[in-house]
């Protein structure tokens, strides 16, 4: 295989020296000359693998890492890793890139991850003398060489055997460190599934805060509203209770008048009684006189004397009988004239009682018209005010559910229409004061009851307002002086009840 100039794969950590024994370097000279081409063989063991970017290298002798290489060349894959002429591997060094000092070299196999799998003797590079043709040695070098070689069999067979445990144990800790990669994959997985939910749940709860604080606003505006119209109808309703008042001046003047007419009506009463009583003496007298007259005309028949011949006594009686029919005719004027005056004081005195009846009436029904729409707005404020304290807590609890500060919280308010808004969908995973709140915020388009009959009323709340006040105006009527309730059926009843007050 020829060198190329890609890098081999290195490590800069300290190797362990049990990995050696996995690649067997042979015949490896003691020194090699100049300037020729160089064969390195090598056997693979049965344990070891060879992969496509294992290398061989020259190191000098003493090296501390794999990056310390002089040379190196790719090592070639066997086609058959179970034939016996696989495990015999060779590469040839060209003589240009070998070093051309006389140090210390050798020949380690390093595998693709970095790591040395095994290494030859040392050898030199210079040229042949004669000292080393001929190498004499005595029998107790050669005993000792024997010896050295039989030690470093047994060390060969020890590092074997550790390199056997070495690789069942690097295969265990392979597993696993797998097992422990699938668990670590599942893990990831699993973390960014999480991660996932919490920035969707995140972007409803922020999603949902804009919500509660546009809905908030709205309130917000919604009772300023309710607060302006009720301070409207409560200056109204105290328009209105100056007006009562003045109705009630007028009712007392009214009242007052009536007496006065009561008692001139008695007066007359009275002097009708008297006339009546004279108008009595009166027929009396005349009828006294009539028959005084028939005793006297009994008489003048009796003494047969001239019809012709009035005595004084005949003459005066004419007289007062005349005198007596004109006072009766007099008296009778008069009552008739008396008469008339009282039938004229009686129509009225009924009159001043129907108009103070329709004036009380008309006056109590706007009274407890007033009365009911300050009391329904006034609960609608209150329920207002409930409902916005409530938005403001759930508000508050979010932004601090959320570590968030409600003015470091910077958005823009969605131009939506709140009625959408308000039934607006909910919390993702459910809101704990849904139950209050979901109760949530109230919808501008409703659906509430009158608080007498339980009718039902679908609009908005001003609609809603408007119409109650004209549905309660037709339930109920409230006396303006005593506060007591009539059923609008007794209207009848109402009406006298409230002019018995006037009496």
């Known amino acids: 295989m020829e060198e190329t100039v890609d890098d081999p794969p290195t490590s800069a950590v300290l190797l362990d020296h049990c990995h050696f024994s996995q690649v067997i370097f042979n015949s490896v000279e003691k020194f090699y000359i100049p300037g020729g081409d160089i064969t390195c063989y090598y056997t693979l063991t049965q344990h070891f693998i060879p992969r496509r970017k294992d290398w061989i290298g020259i190191f000098r002798v003493g090296w501390k890492t794999t990056r310390e290489y002089y040379t190196f060349m790719w090592v070639t894959l066997p086609v058959d890793l179970n034939s016996e002429s696989a495990k015999q591997q060779e590469v040839q060094f060209k003589a240009y890139y070998l070093p051309k000092d006389d140090e210390y070299y050798q020949f380690c196999y390093v595998d693709q991850d970095g790591v040395v799998r095994g290494a030859s003797i040392p050898f030199q590079f210079r040229p042949e003398n004669e000292e080393d043709i001929l190498v004499v040695t005595t029998q107790s070098e050669v005993e000792e060489i024997e010896q050295h070689n039989k030690e470093l069999c047994k060390e060969n067979r020890e590092l074997k055997d550790s390199c056997v445990s070495l690789q069942k144990q690097n295969s265990d800790m392979q597993a696993t460190l797998q097992k422990k990669q699938e668990e670590l994959e599942t893990l990831k997985s699993i973390n960014k599934k999480l991660e996932q939910t919490m920035k969707e749940q995140k972007d409803c709860w922020e999603i949902e805060l804009l919500q509660l604080k546009e809905q908030n606003q709205k309130m917000s505006s919604e009772n300023e509203k309710m607060g302006v119209r009720v301070d409207q109808l409560q ?168 570590g968030l500060d409600c003015d470091s919280l910077s958005y823009q308010v969605p131009t939506s229409n709140q009625g959408g808004t308000r039934q607006d969908p909910g919390l993702v995973f459910g809101n704990p004061y849904s139950g209050i709140q979901e109760s949530s915020a109230p919808s501008l388009l409703s659906i509430k009851k009158c608080p007498t009959c339980k009718s039902d009323f679908a609009a908005d709340v001003f609609d809603h307002n408007l119409a109650l006040e004209q549905h309660l105006q037709t339930l109920s009527l409230n006396c303006p002086i005593c506060d007591k309730t009539f059923p609008a059926k007794e209207k009848q009843i109402f009406e006298d009840h409230v002019f018995c007050h006037t009496l």
Request: proline share 1%; charged share 40%.
């Open 235 to 402: 200056a109204q309703l105290s328009n209105q209770g100056r007006e009562m008042e003045k109705l009630v001046q007028g009712v007392q003047d009214k009242t007052e008048q009536l007496e006065h007419l009561k008692e001139e009506n008695g007066q007359l009463f009275l002097s009708l009684t008297e006339q009546r009583e004279h108008q009595k003496k009166l027929e009396q007298t005349v009828e006294e006189m009539k028959q005084k007259e028939t005793t006297a005309a009994k008489k003048q028949q009796e003494l047969t004397e001239p019809r012709n011949k009035k005595t004084a006594v005949e003459e005066q009686l004419v007289q007062e009988v005349e005198r007596l029919k004109a006072k009766v005719e007099a008296g009778k004027a008069c009552f008739l004239e008396k008469y008339k005056e009282c039938q004229r004081l009686h129509k009225q005195i009924r009159q001043l009682r129907a108009a103070t009846r329709d004036q009380n009436m008309d006056l109590s029904k706007r009274l407890s018209e007033n009365m009911i729409i300050h009391d329904v707005l006034q609960r609608e404020k209150e329920k207002m005010e409930k409902e916005n304290d409530y938005l403001k807590r759930e508000n508050n609890r979010l932004l601090s559910y959320m």
